[in-house]
């Protein structure tokens, strides 16, 4: 190739390449014209992406922080005004005035009653959040959005408290103050709430109301009433109060059992038959021979329910509806006394353990001595005044298949026996409870120690406790949770009601 067309070849690539970085350098242009307004798209919409987050969070927390304290208050205007003020100040600490250079910003809460037995928190929001690269484009903002809702279902709640002899003193003063706190957790006007206690007798003390805030017939003015001496009689007052769940039949409210204890069941009632032979049993306080051997006892000389006596045909129980047979010291032993016939039911909740009526006791042994139910009683039925089962959960003692008249049956004469028959009908009085599938009752539990005598695994079985044993997943969660000390009690019932809360909602 000649020099002259080689360098004619040399000019037609320059001019090429010199319009090839031409075309580049307005392609360049042309491209940054889109490239740098999605640049700041994204920035600001990721700006925005945050600012929006916090205000959906924001109005989630004040949805349930209002929800949460709907218990200010005796009307649902009074408790909405301060619910919502409470529900605001959790909006503005969780989106703070000026929040990434927001403004304007405006939370609206509203409380509304979305069917009979359930409340619903809606809180809107919107703020003004700044453009920083799309202002090219005319706008210095843009406005952001944000809904939170929290639903909170009405209650109806029986709390059952242990007044008996071992919560005497200052645990029985803690529990009352503790109770008093709990009570004010909840919403007077839409929560239904009511109180039994309970020794060896049982006392419906407040029956359960919507207004148990009225003045002159306070729920708090029932719990500082109570008095505690007495034996424990768990598994009735559990039934007292379930049957007043049930009597209330409303299975769109959260229905619930709180229960309190500070020791293990010691007495239970039931239909007794009486002692119609002369056998060997274990003695006792009153008898020839002492708790720890056994002799011959004689036959009781009670008048029955009926009015006939052992020379009558058709001789054979009291009337159960009032007769309680309780364990005294030591409730963990096979010798010792028993104690009976005491009364079911009392009239108010200031009262000790009472003997029966003297009509019930006519002619009895055990009218002369609480320690002589022995000789009246025959043996422990199969079941209780509810229809429980007295077996179960712990082993009970029986006399032996050769015994002439009570082959096999469950002896009164062992403390241990009526304690353990006493833990196995509060464990089926909660199994029936957990069975009705209507109102579905979900049951907490909280064990005060101190006296050393909680079964933490009965008392996780009755609130059916993941950590239980027996936990039924199939039924819903109750919690158990244990008190160490009195001064434990306060935050022992938070616990529970913000379980109930968190439920609610």
């Known amino acids: 190739m000649s020099t002259s067309a080689m360098f004619s070849r040399r000019q037609v690539t320059r001019r090429r390449e010199q319009r090839e970085q031409g075309m580049a350098v307005m392609l360049t242009a042309i491209m940054l014209l889109f490239t740098i307004p999605a640049m700041g798209l994204a920035i600001d919409a990721g700006v925005m992406y945050v600012i929006r987050g916090r205000l959906t969070a924001a109005c989630d927390a004040a949805s349930l922080a209002t929800a949460r304290n709907l218990n200010m208050g005796l009307t649902l205007e009074e408790q909405t005004v301060a619910a919502t003020a409470r529900g605001t100040a959790f909006f503005t600490a969780n989106f703070p005035s000026g929040y990434l250079g927001t403004s304007g910003t405006v939370p609206v809460i509203g409380v509304a009653q979305t069917n009979l ?23 210095t903002t843009a406005v952001a959005g944000a809904v939170g809702k929290a639903s909170r279902r009405d209650v109806n709640m029986m709390i059952v408290l242990d007044r008996s002899g071992s ?65 424990t009689n768990a598994s009735d007052s559990y039934m007292t109060a379930y049957n007043q769940l ?27 038959p009486i002692k119609t032979v002369s056998d060997t049993r274990y003695g006792g306080t009153s008898f020839s021979c002492g708790t720890g051997s056994q002799c011959a006892i004689p036959q009781s000389t009670c008048t029955d329910d009926s009015g006939l006596t052992s020379t009558t045909a058709g001789w054979g129980t009291f009337a159960g509806k009032t007769a309680v047979i309780a364990a005294a010291t030591p409730v963990t032993s096979t010798t010792g006394n028993t104690l009976g016939l005491l009364t079911r039911n009392v009239s108010d909740s200031t009262s000790g353990d009472t003997m029966a009526s003297a009509a019930l006791l006519t002619g009895c042994a055990v009218a002369t001595s609480w320690t002589r ?14 229809g429980l089962s007295t077996s179960g959960y712990q082993s009970v003692t029986q006399f032996a298949s050769s015994h002439a008249a009570y082959p096999d049956k469950k002896r009164p004469d062992f ?48 609130a059916n406790d993941p950590g239980s044993a027996v936990h039924d997943a199939t039924k819903t969660d109750g919690l158990y949770v244990y008190a160490p000390n009195s001064s434990d009690l306060n935050q022992a019932f938070a616990r529970i009601a913000s379980e109930i809360l968190r439920l609610a909602q």
């Open 246 to 272: 049930v009597t209330l039949n409303e299975p769109l409210a959260l229905n619930l059992i709180v229960f309190f204890t500070d020791g293990m069941p010691t007495a239970f009632a039931a239909t007794f």
């Open 117 to 139: 037995s359930t409340l619903t928190v809606t809180t809107t929001a919107t703020t003004n959040a700044p453009l920083y690269f799309m202002r090219i484009l005319g706008g």
């Open 167 to 231: 919560m005497s003193g200052t645990p029985c003063t803690s529990m009352k103050t503790a109770a008093t706190t709990f009570v004010n957790m909840f919403v007077n006007g839409r929560d239904t709430l009511g109180l039994v206690t309970y020794n060896g007798s049982v006392y419906l003390a407040y029956p359960p109301t919507v207004n148990f805030r009225v003045a002159g017939s306070l729920l708090t003015d029932a719990i500082a009433a109570i008095r505690c001496s007495g034996a």
């Open 415 to 462: 403390p241990l026996n009526i304690t353990r028959v006493a833990m196995n009908l509060a464990d089926n009085a909660a199994a029936t409870a957990r069975a009705n599938t209507t109102i579905n009752p979900v049951t907490y539990t909280i064990g005060l120690g101190g006296n050393g005598g909680v079964d933490e695994g009965l008392l996780k079985r009755m």
């Open 373 to 386: 139910v022995r000789q009246d009683v025959a043996y422990i039925p199969n079941t209780d005044i509810n």
